[in-house]
């Protein structure tokens, strides 16, 4: 035995030293590769284990998710065990972000009285002091399937000045960003006018999905902390399916567009209107426009028609802007469409769905026209 | 399937050891991987699929018809422009039908007249451009015959091999085919070389890139009206890196990948922004493409053989055509412009004034030419970057007229993101290679753990989600 690991030891000290290039790398063998490789994967994967499980779980209902779920699960019970997952929670506290957490609790005000019922609007008022504004009727212009009508509450536009400024929030998913950036340069000069922070665009999030991105968490905190007077939402492009997360208990839902689904999504979009209402805002909402694929198309209208209907029963607090219809060619996809000067500009990206510079400035001057109905934000430049 | 996502990361751990089990049987290995590199493509769409395969045909067809047509150069060169149209064709159909569409639209609205044509918003397949170059190059060399046209298996490899394939580095035929013949030895991979070029890729991609993209960039050139001067300023450096960190970012981890397969790709960055004039950059800078733009569009179209004149027209097109080939846009052709009349005016000031060679550069000397250099450079990049010329204009302006204005988004990280992008190029070479030759000696599991290590922290400082590659577009 002796024997025998001795001359193994002395076979492994006459092992030929690995090549080398010229500038003193040591060369390997495939194997030694491979084993660095799946070594490194694995154990990135274990130090990694509670983001990789997060994102698993943040992927669309499906095989695939159940599956990855199937690995990712006892990953991170092994990781936690091993206290594996400590490093990246130090790097991550370290730089200030949060470490990898689930949330889908939904806290929703109670939904208004029914339009009509001529009782006051709820919420006390933000920064500027005066609270929501009051629409005056819609006037003439606007082609009437842009815009929901809103009726009046009372005649007198709210008033805005460099020294008593509108406080501007824009926030959604990815559809919000480029018609959110063309709202900021629209009113970018403005001086009655204050952006509050970047265009708050939060690519592959809504509000079926809550784990992934809870809005209704962010929106109340932000409203709340950021005295914002208008905010301009865009949610719904990745909530065309029929499952949701953060479900009160005992609901269960039937299928996308369905009664149950349908009563469901209509709670969180009309109660994340409340949040920015009783906060003192009021809220610009983009609707879902047009895409290049038809089945999208008409899932997304059934999305516009829950917004709408929500908007409508906030009469004076919500105005509704129909991306759909703006961005369509006589009820048909248009990637290019005539702009103010009646020159034919690219108004969509190549994916089919999201807009060009162009397009988000046809909506901005959409927005700009509902802020006109309810704010006078130009006056001031006449004073002097 | 984007190199770092857990897809890919799957999709490489099945296809790597299946490569070196069936790589000494080389004629059971070339199947495998054209298969395994048409998953990868089809990931995206799998009609995708159809396109590259008729390239493969197309091309194979030609360069063997060529080929065969030896000692009657009239036919050769009515197949050679055939052969070429065809590759252009496809690529300006999905590339700039659209944006030829529209120009031409506007252009008849301007003197009244109605052209009925429609756009039809074709989807751009990934990485087509990289691949019709590819293509192109196989059948001119053929043509020349610097290459002889080898089997249909082989040049299917090379056209199709999938760490190039989306965003390259562009590989000539004789860098790829000649490895193709014969197995790759098992005994002598680069590991070390192919680890850290993965690992630098990602952490400039997955850090640097996404970081500067989202917290400085996308804002201020989506409107730069509302950002102050030194915004705006500090945007333009921010997008330089950026892309410099994206794209170098890519081709680091593509020829990191390949060499763990046991092949070589050519390099495509070497510090471009420690670059001391516009023609140094162009050596520097996707130098993989600037060296295809010169030997089948710059030297066809005479080079700089023909007289001064022209010379400087050939220079003004080839760079007008590479801007053009970055995106079906005007700005892009501006882009391009202004790097064709800054060659144009170096080489002016080279006949007029003689060249000083760089050995005998002060140090003073260097400063002022990477200065400027870097500058111009920048100055282009606000062409590359802006959706229109009015946002790109609002940018120029906008450096000038709003100093003093309150600058949130210059921010320290912001800063040292760009110092890291910046000062990495000027990072004297021994210190990689000293790194390299350390990482090469630890054992197995060390290899390992330092690996797990920086992918750990690459993951912890970067997005939670990695947008897709800036050259991917293009």
């Known amino acids: 035995m002796a024997v025998e690991t001795d001359s193994a030891g002395e076979a492994r000290r006459r092992r030929p030293p690995r090549p080398a290039t010229e500038d003193g790398r040591r060369l390997a063998s495939a194997g030694r590769a491979l084993a660095v490789t799946a070594l490194a994967l694995l154990l990135a994967a274990l130090l990694n284990a509670q983001n990789i499980y997060k994102s698993v779980y943040n992927q669309p209902e499906g095989t695939q998710r159940e599956v990855a779920l199937a690995f990712a699960g006892p990953l991170r019970e092994v990781s936690t065990a091993l206290r594996l997952d400590r490093p990246r929670a130090w790097v991550e506290s370290a730089i200030g972000r949060e470490h990898a957490t689930i949330d889908t609790e939904i806290a929703l005000p109670p939904p208004p009285p029914a339009a009509g019922t001529g009782e006051p609007a709820a919420g006390s008022g933000s920064g500027s002091g005066t609270g929501m504004p009051a629409p005056t009727p819609q006037t003439g212009g606007t082609p009437p399937t842009t815009t ?46 204050e952006r509050v922070g970047d265009v708050d665009g939060k690519v592959a999030t809504g509000l079926t999905r809550p784990d992934v991105f809870n809005w209704f968490k962010h929106v109340d905190e932000q409203v709340t902390k950021l005295k914002i007077d208008t905010v301009v939402f865009c949610f719904g492009g990745n909530d065309d399916s029929g499952s949701m997360t953060g479900l009160p208990d005992g609901v269960d839902l039937d299928g996308f567009g369905k009664p ?93 769905v999201h807009l060009e510079h162009a397009g988000g400035d046809i909506i901005a001057r959409q927005v700009v026209r509902e802020l006109r109905r309810v704010y006078d934000l130009w006056s001031w430049q006449r004073r002097g | 399937m984007l190199f770092p996502t857990a897809t890919f990361a799957i999709f490489f751990m099945i296809v790597l050891p299946l490569s070196w089990l069936l790589m000494p049987a080389v004629h059971r290995w070339r199947p495998f991987i054209i298969g395994a590199s048409f998953v990868f493509y089809g990931w995206w769409d799998w009609r995708f699929i159809l396109l590259l395969a008729g390239s493969i045909l197309w091309n194979q067809l030609m360069a063997v ?172 450096y921010a997008y330089a890196v950026q892309i410099y960190a994206d794209f170098s970012g890519y081709t680091d981890i593509a020829i990191g990948i390949a060499l763990l397969l046991g092949f070589s790709f050519p390099q495509n960055f070497d510090s471009p922004y420690a670059a001391t004039s516009l023609q140094d950059f162009w050596r520097r800078w996707h130098m993989t493409l600037s060296r295809w733009l010169r030997d089948y569009l710059y030297i066809p179209l005479g080079g700089s053989r023909r007289g001064r004149a022209l010379t400087y027209r050939n220079l003004l097109l080839t760079m007008l055509l590479g801007g053009l080939w970055h995106g079906a846009g005007w700005t892009f052709v501006a882009w391009g412009l202004i790097h064709g009349v800054g060659l144009c005016v170096e080489r002016f000031r080279r006949e007029r004034f003689g060249t000083k060679p760089e050995e005998s550069f002060t140090r003073w000397d260097f400063y002022w030419r990477r200065l400027v250099t870097f500058h111009v450079v920048c100055f282009a ?70 690996l797990a290590l920086t992918l750990m922290v690459t993951q912890a400082l970067g997005p939670q989600d990695v947008a897709p590659f800036i050259y991917f577009q293009f």
Request: charged share 20%; net charge positive; aromatic share 12%.
């Open chain 2, 65 to 236: 018809r060529i080929h065969r047509s030896a000692g009657m150069p009239s036919r050769r060169k009515a197949l050679l422009w055939l052969a070429v149209a065809g590759n252009l064709g496809v690529l300006g159909y999905f590339k700039y039908y659209d944006f030829f569409v529209s120009s031409t639209q506007n252009l008849a609205t301007l003197v009244g007249l109605d052209v009925p044509l429609e756009v039809r918003t074709v989807v751009l397949p990934v990485g087509i451009s990289f691949y019709t170059f590819m293509g192109i190059s196989y059948i001119v060399d053929v043509y020349r015959g610097d290459t002889e046209p080898t089997t249909l298996e082989k040049f299917a490899v090379y056209l199709s091999f999938f760490p190039h394939l989306v965003a390259g580095p562009i590989v000539r035929p004789n860098e790829l085919i000649p490895q193709l013949d014969t197995p790759r030895s098992p005994r002598r991979v680069d590991t070390s070389r192919a680890f850290y070029l993965i690992a630098a890729g990602l952490f400039k991609k997955v850090v640097i890139s996404s970081y500067l993209a989202s917290n400085i960039v996308d804002e201020v050139f989506a409107d730069p009206s509302s950002h102050s001067s030194l915004e705006i300023l500090i945007a333009v």
């Open chain 1, 260 to 352: 149950k689904w349908t009563k469901e999504y209509r709670r969180r979009v009309g109660g994340l209107m409340d949040t920015a209402n009783q906060a003192g805002a009021f809220v610009v909402w983009l609707g879902l426009p047009i895409t290049k694929d038809g089945s999208q198309s008409r899932r997304w209208k059934v999305v516009n028609r829950v917004v709408q209907a929500e908007a409508e029963r906030r009469p004076g607090k919500v105005a509704y802007v129909d991306m759909y219809g703006l961005l369509s060619d006589d009820g048909a996809y248009a990637p290019y469409l005539p702009d103010k000067d009646g020159q034919l500009v690219k108004v969509r990206a190549d994916d089919g």
């Open chain 2, 381 to 450: 990049w606000i062409f590359f970057r802006s959706d229109t010329f009015e946002l790109a204009w609002q940018m120029i302006t906008g450096l000038f007229t709003r100093w003093g204005e309150p600058s949130p988004l210059v921010t320290f990280p912001v800063l040292l993101a760009i110092a890291v992008g910046i000062g990495s190029q000027y990072l004297p070479a021994r210190v990689p290679r000293a790194i390299l030759a350390g990482f090469s000696r630890l054992n197995l599991v060390g290899q390992a753990a330092v």
């Open chain 1, 148 to 193: 929901t009508t809103t009726e009046p509450e009372k005649p007198r536009r709210e008033r805005f000045t460099p020294e008593q400024r509108m406080r501007l929030w824009i926030a959604g998913d990815s559809l919000v960003i480029t018609p959110g950036y063309a709202v900021l340069r629209a009113l970018g000069r403005n001086e009655a006018v």
